[in-house]
């Protein structure tokens, strides 16, 4: 990996991007501690220090939340309008035809997405400026205020302006634009949860952290790289006055092709209600106010019904998105127009069923294996609660491990380009 980056640099091109990129996570850092008005700021911090809930979203907007920055919702609106469409397109007809369109069609698709962010970017804001004004942490909140109205459209216009510096990323520099800028919002929260962890130190429990921490880092890495390999062969084949040699290769299966996806569905789905709670705790009702608390004991961050809800709606999740990603009936039509089929099993339905079966048994493996992730930062807080904020969540780990993967594998691939344009010259 250290031979990848030294002769990326060495690479004017490729050392271009990488700075790019670099300057433009700078630039997103430099945001993170641009203050939007209007917030008592020891109120803030007094909620952030008690609600599980803010602040495992803050780690998302790399601390940007409890600053009230502009970026305090991070891109989590484009991140949610990203997925409405993508099963959108798995149930409306036009845009499943737009999706098979090549690049155009995904113009399209992407330039929708970006429509759809904006009124979620909105509804966002609202109801986290009336989360905040319910814990007495806004100085006013009143729609008819100028003063609520700018700060709605100053989180709305954070949430855009991270969308637009995303996508230059995308063009201009190397990897995902989206997944670099959560990644640097995770990495820029360790400094400050290594500085609470240091005024009063566990030592013990921070090396079995950090021996946890290697053992899922390396089964990160095993599971997302993990493939089933089915081996397909092709017939020859006459095309015009052509023919065509038949062939062997394989089709990847990835154990974990949903990616980080049922994660987000499932916390989306948890978190719902303790949000709605958490308005109504302060209300003057004594039932509402009761139900309200007793909602946001049963699915605060370090309760049991918490972990086991998440665990069995990520595992649920992960098959949902993988029907939704996967097709099998596609896949076998595409093997039977192209005269491929898989040794042992005949062409059309077998192949589909066949595919189906094998696609289900190994989502199990990855099913299981985000589901421990995902209730990997409740273990950790029980079995060592002096760690505090060092536990970062399986979540943020999974993600910054595979941006940092899938960063490397696409330097190795341009580093190959540049040597298969030399050979050619």
Same mark, same amino acid.
């Given at each position: 990996m250290f031979d990848a980056l030294i002769n990326a640099f060495r690479a004017p091109d490729i050392r271009r991007r990488i700075l790019f990129v670099l300057g433009m996570l700078i630039i997103v850092r430099a945001l993170a501690h641009v203050p939007v008005p209007g917030v008592n700021r020891e109120a803030l911090n007094t909620l952030f220090q008690n609600n599980q809930l803010l602040g495992l979203l803050d780690i998302f907007s790399g601390g940007g939340l409890s600053s009230f920055s502009v970026i305090g919702m991070g891109v989590n609106p484009y991140i949610n309008a990203s997925i409405i469409m993508t099963l959108m397109q798995g149930v409306i007809p036009s845009l499943q035809a737009l999706s098979h369109e090549g690049e155009y069609g995904r113009q399209r698709i992407n330039q929708y997405t970006r429509y759809l962010t904006v009124p979620l970017a909105l509804i966002q804001g609202y109801g986290f400026l009336a989360i905040l004004n319910s814990q007495g942490v806004l100085t006013s909140f009143d729609l008819a205020s100028l003063l609520t109205? *700018?700060? =709605?459209? &100053?989180? *709305?216009?954070?949430t855009i302006l991270l969308m637009w510096l995303g996508e230059l990323i995308t063009e201009k520099g190397i990897g995902n634009g989206i997944s670099f800028i959560i990644f640097a919002g995770i990495v820029g929260r360790v400094p400050i949860a290594v500085g609470q962890f240091l005024e009063a130190p566990d030592w013990g429990a921070g090396i079995a952290l950090a021996v946890v921490g290697i =053992? *899922?880092?390396?089964? =990160?890495v095993y599971i997302q790289e993990g493939q089933r390999r089915i081996p397909v062969q092709?017939? &020859?084949?006459v095309r015009g006055r052509r023919l065509y040699q038949g062939g062997s290769t394989f089709l990847p299966l990835r154990v974990n092709q949903a990616g980080v996806i049922p994660i987000i569905f499932a916390v989306s789905i948890i978190l719902f209600p303790v949000q709605i709670a958490a308005y109504f705790q302060s209300s003057q009702v004594k039932v509402v106010a009761d139900v309200a608390q007793g909602i946001q004991s049963l699915l605060g961050t370090h309760s049991p019904l918490y972990a086991a809800l998440y665990f069995a709606l990520t595992v649920g999740f992960t098959y949902f998105y993988t029907a939704f990603t996967f097709k099998p009936d596609d896949t076998a039509d595409q093997l039977r127009k192209n005269g491929g089929f898989i040794p042992g099993i005949r062409p059309g339905n077998p192949t589909r069923d066949y595919l189906q079966t094998v696609v289900f048994r190994i989502t199990i493996a990855g099913a299981l294996f985000l589901g421990l992730v995902a209730v990997m930062p409740f273990v950790l807080s029980q079995a060592f609660p002096s760690l505090g904020g060092l536990a970062l969540g399986g979540t943020a780990l999974l993600i910054v491990v595979s941006v940092v993967v899938e960063t490397m594998k696409q330097v190795e691939a341009q580093l190959m380009m540049r040597n298969y344009e030399g050979f050619i010259r």
């Amino acid at each position: 990996m250290f031979d990848a980056l030294i002769n990326a640099f060495r690479a004017p091109d490729i050392r271009r991007r990488i700075l790019f990129v670099l300057g433009m996570l700078i630039i997103v850092r430099a945001l993170a501690h641009v203050p939007v008005p209007g917030v008592n700021r020891e109120a803030l911090n007094t909620l952030f220090q008690n609600n599980q809930l803010l602040g495992l979203l803050d780690i998302f907007s790399g601390g940007g939340l409890s600053s009230f920055s502009v970026i305090g919702m991070g891109v989590n609106p484009y991140i949610n309008a990203s997925i409405i469409m993508t099963l959108m397109q798995g149930v409306i007809p036009s845009l499943q035809a737009l999706s098979h369109e090549g690049e155009y069609g995904r113009q399209r698709i992407n330039q929708y997405t970006r429509y759809l962010t904006v009124p979620l970017a909105l509804i966002q804001g609202y109801g986290f400026l009336a989360i905040l004004n319910s814990q007495g942490v806004l100085t006013s909140f009143d729609l008819a205020s100028l003063l609520t109205v *700018t700060q =709605i459209i &100053s989180l *709305t216009a954070g949430t855009i302006l991270l969308m637009w510096l995303g996508e230059l990323i995308t063009e201009k520099g190397i990897g995902n634009g989206i997944s670099f800028i959560i990644f640097a919002g995770i990495v820029g929260r360790v400094p400050i949860a290594v500085g609470q962890f240091l005024e009063a130190p566990d030592w013990g429990a921070g090396i079995a952290l950090a021996v946890v921490g290697i =053992i *899922t880092i390396a089964g =990160i890495v095993y599971i997302q790289e993990g493939q089933r390999r089915i081996p397909v062969q092709y017939a &020859s084949r006459v095309r015009g006055r052509r023919l065509y040699q038949g062939g062997s290769t394989f089709l990847p299966l990835r154990v974990n092709q949903a990616g980080v996806i049922p994660i987000i569905f499932a916390v989306s789905i948890i978190l719902f209600p303790v949000q709605i709670a958490a308005y109504f705790q302060s209300s003057q009702v004594k039932v509402v106010a009761d139900v309200a608390q007793g909602i946001q004991s049963l699915l605060g961050t370090h309760s049991p019904l918490y972990a086991a809800l998440y665990f069995a709606l990520t595992v649920g999740f992960t098959y949902f998105y993988t029907a939704f990603t996967f097709k099998p009936d596609d896949t076998a039509d595409q093997l039977r127009k192209n005269g491929g089929f898989i040794p042992g099993i005949r062409p059309g339905n077998p192949t589909r069923d066949y595919l189906q079966t094998v696609v289900f048994r190994i989502t199990i493996a990855g099913a299981l294996f985000l589901g421990l992730v995902a209730v990997m930062p409740f273990v950790l807080s029980q079995a060592f609660p002096s760690l505090g904020g060092l536990a970062l969540g399986g979540t943020a780990l999974l993600i910054v491990v595979s941006v940092v993967v899938e960063t490397m594998k696409q330097v190795e691939a341009q580093l190959m380009m540049r040597n298969y344009e030399g050979f050619i010259r």
